[in-house]
């Protein structure tokens, strides 16, 4: 029997609701806090892909602030490359597909409305391959394709359908309704725990398994990348008595005896070995678990773990664990150690930004800037697309006081990435600040606010810009963005008193 025993669905709900009541403190329905706002006019029939995307956007923007949204650029444009590579071979062309990390130890991933997957650190963790994490990926993207958000393809019978989308409304309700994002509150946690009570329909599962299955082989994973998952984590004894969280997964994503032999049917033919991780595989994989650790105050145990790996194992595999250790030991200032680590993570390996990215992260925490910025600046002229490498050079290049080459290098930067490096502006609003811009600064900031969806925080900024200025032609490019911000301020109002009763 694959399906989790409902005396431990009752466990974690229970555990879930004492995790989220913070939240829902304030709420009236405190005796049923996973309840669901009602759709209103919104059903899952009538939610066209257009207004789908629209209330993905807001979601995101909201989530953004979110504890344990990854900000992390390396594993966020791994995940994200991932996912554009897969949707290339989506059935629809032109697919939405944004895909973020999730700081969570439990092995869980999601699709939320208008093509945003949320991966958890802890999926990436326990991942043995790339061609695992891929595959969860692909079928993720195939609820999204088949729309199985939207249609509200869930395993509540007709007659009572919640459309997934209400989860979608229940989390953005909960975020409007002024989460205080101080104290910690992880309102993807809480939407995962309403999720939780929903799931995808059996037949909803099959299609995204054939579909996902199909976007895998073609981008070249392997195609054994979801079945393979699956089967450790069935394997796995914890999972069994339902502490390692793979429950999560699974409710919402039903696995049943079908859906295995399915998978079994489609790939028994194919060969296994001939599709090996990507070094890049396994330093996000190694982050992933850094970032867990500094958030779980757990580092004991995993530097043990680590150090294991890096005496046992080879290659990138090998590499990954010591660069870990070395950011380990970084963060603890403990900065000869980190520079052995990094040299034992350089040992018998490609070149790789990952470790670049690391020196120079390095040398910046010692207040070695120059030594920070000639390193990343001859890494990212060899990886360009490395973004993680161009954000300690503007840092660099910052704490060196070279203002103009630090604005002119952002600004480069960010024609290159205009919307998925918000701390690109954050770094540019400090650099014109110090180089005595204030109302340049203003504007920066604000685009900041508005990609971290902090719309009343960026209208502020603007505002306070449209003060300083006095040169005609700057007066009217702010009351222009004003107009902008303010159209798309109300824009939201009204998606947000649609889904929100
Ligand atoms: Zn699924």
Redesign the pocket.
Same mark, same amino acid.
């Given at each position: 029997m694959l399906s989790v025993p409902s005396s431990i669905k009752r466990k974690l709900a229970a555990v879930v609701l004492v995790a989220a009541a913070p939240t829902l403190a304030s709420a009236p329905a405190l005796a049923q806090p996973m309840g669901l706002p009602s759709m209103g006019a919104a059903s899952g029939s009538d939610l066209s892909p257009a207004m789908e995307r629209a209330l993905g956007d807001l979601i995101i923007a909201q989530g953004r602030r979110d504890p344990t949204y990854v900000h992390d650029s390396e594993i966020n444009q791994y995940l994200n490359d991932m996912g554009k590579r897969l949707a290339r071979y989506a059935p629809n062309h032109n697919l939405h597909v944004d895909v973020f990390g999730v700081l969570s130890p439990q092995f869980n991933a999601f699709a939320l409305p208008g093509g945003y997957i949320g991966i958890n650190t802890g999926l990436i963790v326990q991942a043995g391959s790339e061609s695992e994490v891929a595959g969860v990926v692909a !079928?993720e993207i195939a !609820?999204v394709t088949q729309r199985h958000i939207a249609r509200g393809l869930t395993q509540q019978k007709q007659s009572e359908m919640i459309a997934m989308a209400s989860v979608a409304a229940a989390l953005l309700a909960a975020l409007a309704g002024g989460v205080n994002v101080a104290s910690g509150v992880a309102a993807f946690g809480q939407a995962a725990a309403i999720d939780r009570q929903l799931g995808?329909s059996r037949d /909803?599962?099959r299609e /995204?398994d054939r579909v996902g299955f199909h976007m895998l082989t073609k981008a070249g994973y392997d195609p054994n990348g979801l079945q393979e998952m699956f089967a450790k984590l069935m394997n796995n004894a914890q999972f069994n008595m339902g502490t390692s969280g793979g429950n999560a997964y699974f409710s919402?994503?039903p696995l049943s005896i079908d859906r295995m032999t399915d998978m079994q049917n489609r790939t028994q033919l194919l060969d296994k070995n001939q599709y090996p991780s990507s070094d890049a595989f396994w330093y996000v994989r190694a982050r992933a678990l850094v970032l867990q650790t500094i958030e779980r105050h757990d580092v004991t145990r995993v530097v043990d773990k680590l150090q294991d790996e890096g005496r046992r194992l080879k290659g990138a595999q090998r590499s990954a664990a010591w660069l870990a250790l070395s950011e380990l030991a970084s963060q603890r200032r403990q900065y000869e150690d980190a520079k052995r680590f990094l040299g034992y993570a350089r040992e018998g390996v490609k070149d790789s930004p990952y470790i670049e990215r690391q020196a120079a992260a390095l040398a910046l925490a010692q207040d070695n800037a120059s030594s920070a910025l000639s390193i990343s600046r001859s890494a990212l002229a060899r990886w360009p697309n490395h973004r993680a490498l161009a954000e300690i050079q503007a840092r660099a290049l910052q704490k060196l006081g070279r203002h103009a080459e630090a604005a002119k290098f952002l600004q480069e930067q960010i024609k290159k990435w205009p919307a998925e490096s918000p701390v690109l502006y954050q770094l540019l609003a400090v650099n014109l600040a110090d180089s005595n811009q204030p109302a340049q600064a203003r504007r920066a900031m604000a685009d900041y606010y508005v990609l971290t969806g902090a719309l009343p925080s960026a209208m502020a900024q603007l505002q306070q810009a449209r003060e300083m200025t006095q040169n005609f032609h700057e007066q009217s490019r702010i009351d222009a963005e004003i107009r902008v911000l303010r159209t798309r301020m109300d824009q939201e109002k009204a998606l947000l008193e649609k889904f929100s009763s």
């Open positions: !079928h !609820h995808y /909803a599962e /995204a919402t994503h």
